[in-house]
């Protein structure tokens, strides 16, 4: 039996009837943009992130990119961005004509430490951008505090997080105005892309609504240069569907994290949580030092890994340079050198997480790490050389 890393199939099966049914109400509906099903899904997940508004536009990175056009925020500013994280966060201020700053993750929680940020502002910075990643909160009471001295912005990156909570609040509207992404492998996913603004900012998110539609509040009349960057009609009513059981889901993604925190081996580390934060398990990342042969003695095992990510934006082909050569970010780059993800999702079955329990033990005594009095073949599951070649 192979694990897969996501099942993009369950969560169809399970919710058949009500998304057909909402795909026939869209079709008899005759209406494709920016019509009903947009208005509610707006209304209905603004309410779930207790924000005010919530603006639907056409992925997560647009949703970035618009809320930094519509607060201005462009050529020979700055803004803050964690140095690991999906390229997306860099791109959208990019985009912006502005130009990323990146500052290092507290390499416990993955995400921006905020001791580190006074460092790297100048008088051009405007904004910080930090990034849920793998569905933690950032610790953003620092943030804010340090924003509110500086006079900047804080622009959350909620693509990985929808239903965390920080301090019990929900991420999505805990600064100025977060970019949320329901790419199909978000935690809510849309069937296709699709993203929105979430703000308590009246004002953004009115530029927001006029910045993804051609610059327009009345059709034909453009008040500035916009963009075409719209939830489309049919996504709404898909997410709308499937927001009704994202708590569930996450609860689900929570037993699965609690199960692999409980009984992966030793020599794993492990993700760690701080107890103000109710992460929403996007990924399930552990680190080893030998990833890439965890990941084969895993994939040997038929468990499906990705890692997320392999090279860290200022590696990659869109921002290598003599400015940032390696070594220039070690901590991300340590990250990216030994990250791995393991099989997450609302319909991981119980007996495929004791089977990557089982793998990973095998898994990690090949590659050479003893457990103490304890032997790596599981109870139950197949030797390491049974499974080997039925992979
Ligand atoms: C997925 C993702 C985005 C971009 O979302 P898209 O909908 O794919 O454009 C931005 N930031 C992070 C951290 C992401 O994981």
């Known amino acids: 039996m192979k694990v897969p890393f996501l099942d993009f199939v369950g969560p169809y099966e399970e919710l058949k009837p009500e998304l057909d049914e909402a795909w026939s109400r869209f079709m008899r509906?005759?209406?494709y943009i920016l019509g009903r099903e947009v208005e509610a899904f707006e209304e209905e997940y603004a309410a779930y992130c207790g924000a005010r508004y919530c603006v639907g536009v056409g992925n997560g990175l647009e949703a970035l990119h618009l809320i930094?056009?519509?607060?201005?925020?462009?050529?020979?500013?700055?803004?803050?961005?964690?140095?690991?994280?999906?390229?997306?966060?860099?791109?959208?201020?990019?985009?912006?004509?502005?130009?990323?700053?990146?500052?290092?993750?507290?390499?416990?929680?993955f995400n921006l430490d905020p001791s580190r940020i006074e460092a790297a502002?100048?008088?051009?910075?405007?904004?910080?951008?930090?990034?849920?990643?793998?569905?933690?909160?950032?610790?953003?009471?620092?943030?804010?505090?340090?924003?509110?001295?500086?006079?900047l912005k804080v622009i959350e990156d909620n693509a990985q997080a929808q239903g965390a909570r920080y301090k019990g609040r929900r991420t999505g509207?805990?600064?100025?105005?977060?970019?949320?992404?329901?790419?199909?492998?978000?935690?809510?996913?849309?069937?296709g892309d699709a993203g929105a603004v979430t703000t308590n900012d009246a004002e953004l998110a009115d530029r927001v609504r006029t910045l993804r539609n051609y610059g327009s509040k009345k059709k034909y009349y453009n008040e500035c240069k916009g963009y075409n960057s719209r939830l489309d009609e049919l996504q709404a009513a898909l997410l709308r569907v499937k927001l009704?059981?994202?708590?569930?889901?996450?609860?689900?993604?929570?037993?699965?994290?609690?199960?692999?925190?409980a009984a992966l081996p030793a020599g794993l580390t492990l993700p760690w949580v701080p107890e103000w934060a109710e992460p929403v398990w996007h990924?399930?990342?552990?680190?080893?030092?030998?990833?890439?042969?965890?990941?084969?003695?895993?994939?040997?095992?038929?468990?499906g890994t990705l890692i997320h990510y392999p090279?860290?934006?200022h590696l990659s082909g869109a921002y290598a340079g003599p400015q940032w050569p390696r070594g220039a970010f070690p901590v991300a780059e340590q990250l990216a050198d030994t990250v791995l993800s393991l099989p997450m999702g609302p319909h991981l079955r119980e007996e495929q997480v004791e089977q990557v329990l089982c793998?990973?033990?095998?898994?990690?005594?090949?590659?050479?790490?003893?457990?103490?009095?304890?032997?790596?073949?599981?109870?139950?599951?197949?030797?390491?050389?049974?499974l080997a070649g039925s992979s």
């Open 29 to 31: 509906s005759a209406w």
């Open 68 to 109: 930094l056009r519509a607060y201005g925020i462009g050529a020979g500013d700055e803004v803050i961005v964690p140095s690991n994280t999906y390229i997306a966060t860099w791109l959208a201020v990019s985009y912006a004509g502005a130009t990323p700053v990146p500052v290092e993750p507290d390499s416990r929680t």
């Open 121 to 151: 502002l100048t008088p051009r910075t405007k904004a910080l951008m930090p990034v849920h990643l793998y569905g933690q909160p950032a610790d953003m009471d620092p943030l804010l505090e340090l924003a509110r001295r500086h006079g």
């Open 173 to 191: 509207a805990l600064g100025d105005a977060a970019g949320n992404s329901f790419y199909p492998g978000k935690n809510l996913g849309a069937y």
């Open 244 to 261: 009704r059981h994202l708590d569930a889901w996450n609860q689900r993604r929570a037993a699965v994290a609690a199960r692999y925190q």
């Open 283 to 303: 990924l399930y990342v552990v680190r080893h030092p030998q990833r890439d042969r965890l990941q084969q003695a895993l994939n040997d095992r038929g468990i």
């Open 311 to 313: 090279v860290p934006p």
């Open 359 to 386: 793998a990973t033990r095998q898994a990690l005594e090949e590659i050479g790490v003893k457990f103490c009095g304890q032997s790596a073949s599981c109870q139950g599951a197949p030797a390491a050389s049974a």
